[in-house]
T-cell receptor, first 116, second 112 residues
Framework: GAGVSQSPSNKVTEKGKDVELRCDPI?????LYWYRQSLGQGLEFLIY????????KSGLPSDRFSAERTGGSVSTLTIQRTQQEDSAVYLC??????????????FGAGSRLTVL | SQQGEEDPQALSIQEGENATMNCSYK?????LQWYRQNSGRGLVHLIL?????REKHSGRLRVTLDTSKKSSSLLITASRAADTASYFC????????????FGAGTRLFVKA
């Protein structure tokens, strides 16, 4: 597609349920990022996939959070046993890692998660 | 953990005035980028400056980078109401890899 696509755009769930958030990056982009943004706050790094390398999971807040990227393309962020503090906008971005170490991220519109 | 910290947290100016936002970071970087966010959804890339550059221009945007002070500034000249948004700096590491860390952002409000 022309841009980064995220689904669902909005998700309301009950505390304790599992949720899956999907990200479809730009075709050909080798890197994929997940961030979390609470209301009025900055972006909190969660996880980053780079090509076929092992993902950098250093930002995942707890073992309830996991993510996978299948076939080097689509990624799913899974939150198990959701808590109210998980409520936030989850942003996905992808990039093509060019020469000299610089890469520009293209973001999706985000998935707003509300845990009741 | 956040790498960059922007100041001010919020800025309100009149249309036509210049807006200056600052970003400080902690570790050695390869590059620094500025992004804009409208309405709390996806971010849009504005400009990238490499660690060996000191200043860069793009339209009404001017970015400076001082690696000795680990700081950067974004200047928007002749601001417009449409510039109202949140602005974030983001850093890429100098240690290999492409993990990109964002600051807390500056919320800019331009009054018409």
């Amino acid at each position: 597609g022309a841009g980064v696509s995220q689904s669902p755009s909005n998700k309301v769930t009950e505390k304790g349920k599992d949720v899956e958030l999907r990200c479809d990056p730009i075709s050909g982009h080798t890197a994929l990022y997940w961030y979390r943004q609470s209301l009025g706050q900055g972006l909190e790094f969660l996880i980053y996939f780079q090509g076929n390398s092992a993902p950098d999971k250093s930002g995942l807040p707890s073992d309830r959070f996991s993510a996978e990227r299948t076939g080097g393309s689509v990624s799913t962020l899974t939150i198990q046993r959701t808590q109210q503090e998980d409520s936030a906008v989850y942003l996905c971005a992808s990039s093509f890692q060019g020469a000299r170490g610089a890469n520009v991220l293209t973001f999706g519109a985000g998935s707003r998660l509300t845990v009741l | 953990s956040q790498q960059g910290e922007e100041d001010p947290q919020a800025l309100s100016i009149q249309e036509g005035e210049n807006a200056t936002m600052n970003c400080s970071y902690k570790t050695s970087i390869n590059n620094l980028q500025w992004y804009r966010q409208n309405s709390g959804r996806g971010l849009v890339h504005l400009i990238l400056i490499r660690s060996n550059e000191r200043e860069k221009h793009s339209g009404r945007l001017r970015v400076t980078l001082d690696t000795s002070k680990k700081s950067s500034s974004l200047l928007i000249t002749a601001s417009r109401a449409a510039d109202t948004a949140s602005y974030f700096c983001a850093t890429g590491p100098n240690t290999g890899g492409f993990k990109t860390i964002f600051g807390a952002g500056t919320r800019l409000f331009v009054k018409a």
